[in-house]
């Protein structure tokens, strides 16, 4: 950014942060009001991909409708300006443009089973060590490198340009296409080293470089707002910026910790459980245990494991519901804490649970072919198994902890725990319990505010390096927002909100 304006103009902009998620996606506003942030939850809305003859595909139509209405709502709210709009989401997943520009046809989601023959192929192509020497990212079959490959099996041209998902929603509001660098690592395409796209990697799998985005670093302008929302007085100069747009390296920029002995857990559908580094770490035991180097704001690495979160929760609660039971997640908690811990834990990790469908009879699979007893999955006995999937994520959460620490030299003492999943106390407390460390709850809505503080810095000027907006600059704003209690928005916050 080139006009670096003062603190107090800054405290006068209206901001808009879209996160979306595979759940459920969300458009928040931030206004100053003497002086002070206030953040609200404008509009959310469900998401979730279907089923379809051609695989498990996302509504993308649907997603940029809610987005839109959401951008519209806010809009009206703030008619005296909105400076940006930045989009984060979830990774690897994204969408094939046709020569008009729009989506080919609705992305295909990462839990398809398209990925795992895709990825089999790819490494008789290029090795998985090779693959982890040039990029340092964790090998996991819904990685994007994947599921390009899996198009040209179903006779996609891979000339056809591609865009990842928030990064789509960006630019269908007028931005340029773009590959930001943090939601760029998990496609396993960048070099580690270089920040760029990897020749080899493409060449090996027969992919088309020149089908991939231009790499950006987080915080950078990538146009303005054009199209019918752009007639709104409140988006009159509005900027789009690429945030940190992988969600979960919004929600660390949204932690304002200092120190070097602090690990994070980004819970939510996934749990990802890592910590910041200077620079990547690809040694063959990182290797070997499978952990992801992973961009961060300012150049910084987060090395992490991705581990299966609350999906396996919501996927049970899911099928309580469909025999008759719909639990919340208030009540499974309340009955929990009354039981007595299992007797036996799962492998929260295991491939099997990856796909959606009843998931507690893949729990019990996974339990009788380790020797266990399968538990009862009648929606009585919710509480129960809720239980075992609490105690069995804290069991693999302290493992991972505790390879982290040996592979790093890291000195751990405190867990900063953000996301949905900071909101459970229960799963917060086994946490503790499990790796004998701190447990500090960060903000339920981290990713928002990660959000929000990467584009006040990038409005600001504060760029840092090379490698895109300063992480000091981020933190001081994510300081000053962290202690937003963001509230859906409602009739009473009207005039508040367009003061």
């Known amino acids: 950014m080139t ?28 206004r100053w009001v003497d002086g002070e942030p206030r953040i609200h939850l404008v509009h959310r809305f469900a998401n979730g991909a279907r089923q379809e003859a051609g695989g498990l595909r996302w509504d993308i139509r649907k997603i940029l409708s809610g987005v839109e209405q959401g951008l519209r709502q806010c809009g009206e709210l703030a008619p005296q300006g909105i400076a940006s709009i930045g989009v984060d989401g979830w990774a690897v997943d994204y969408v094939r443009l046709g020569a008009d520009g729009k989506p080919a046809a609705d ?3 990462y839990r398809d089973q ?3 023959a895709a990825l089999r192929a790819v490494h008789a192509l290029i090795s998985p060590e090779r693959l982890y020497a040039l990029t340092g990212i964790q090998i996991l079959p819904l990685n994007t490198l994947y599921q390009l490959f899996a198009d040209t099996a179903a006779g996609t041209s891979q000339s056809t340009p591609w865009i990842n998902l928030p990064e789509f929603v960006l630019h269908s509001l007028g931005g340029r296409r773009v590959a930001e ?12 080293r270089s920040r760029k796209w990897c020749p080899e990697i493409f060449a090996a799998a027969g992919l088309d470089a020149n089908a991939a ?32 747009c992988h969600d979960t390296a919004s929600a660390i920029a949204g932690i304002p910790a200092e120190g070097n002995d602090w690990a994070f857990i980004s819970s939510g559908t996934w749990s990802l459980v890592g910590c910041i580094l200077d620079s990547a770490c690809v040694s063959e035991a990182a290797r070997t245990s499978n952990f992801s180097n992973e961009g961060g704001i300012g150049g910084h690495i987060h090395f992490l494991k991705n581990v299966n979160g609350m999906w396996l929760l919501r996927q049970c609660m899911e099928q309580w519901e469909v025999q008759g039971r719909a639990w919340t997640m208030d009540e499974l908690l309340s009955s929990c804490s009354r039981l007595p811990a299992p007797e036996q834990l799962f492998d929260v990790d295991d491939p099997a ?12 699979l996974q339990l009788t072919r380790a020797g266990g007893t399968a538990m009862p999955q009648d929606p009585e006995s919710a509480p129960a198994f809720a239980l075992l999937i609490f105690h069995s994520l804290a069991a ?11 592979i790093t030299g890291k000195k751990l003492q405190r867990i900063f725990v953000v996301g949905g999943g900071s909101r459970n106390s229960l799963l917060n407390r086994l946490t503790g319990q ?25 409005l600001d000027g504060q760029s840092g390096s090379a490698a895109g907006v300063s992480p000091a600059a981020v933190a001081r704003w994510a300081g000053l927002l962290a202690g937003q209690i963001i509230e859906p928005f409602a009739e009473q916050h009207t005039s508040v909100l367009t003061q």
């Open 434 to 458: 499990a790796t004998g460390l701190e447990v500090r709850t960060g903000s339920a809505e981290s990713t928002t505010i990660g959000n929000l503080a990467i584009q006040l810095a990038a």
């Open 396 to 406: 693999r959460y302290a493992q991972v902890l505790r390879d982290l620490a040996n």
């Open 353 to 364: 649970l990856l796909p959606p469908g009843d998931m507690p009879a893949r729990i019990n």
């Open 213 to 244: 985005p231009p790499l950006v670093n987080p915080g950078s302008e990538i146009g303005r707002l054009q199209g019918p929302l752009a007639s709104m007085p409140a988006y009159r100069d509005a900027r789009l910026i690429a945030p940190a």
């Open 3 to 30: 006009d670096s304006r003062s603190l107090e103009t800054r405290r006068r902009e209206a901001l808009v942060a879209v996160d979306l998620g595979a759940e459920s996606c969300r458009v928040s506003l931030l």
């Open 107 to 109: 992305p295909f989601c």
């Open 114 to 116: 398209r990925n795992i």
């Open 181 to 192: 660098h943090t939601n760029a690592t998990h496609t396993e395409m960048v070099d580690v």
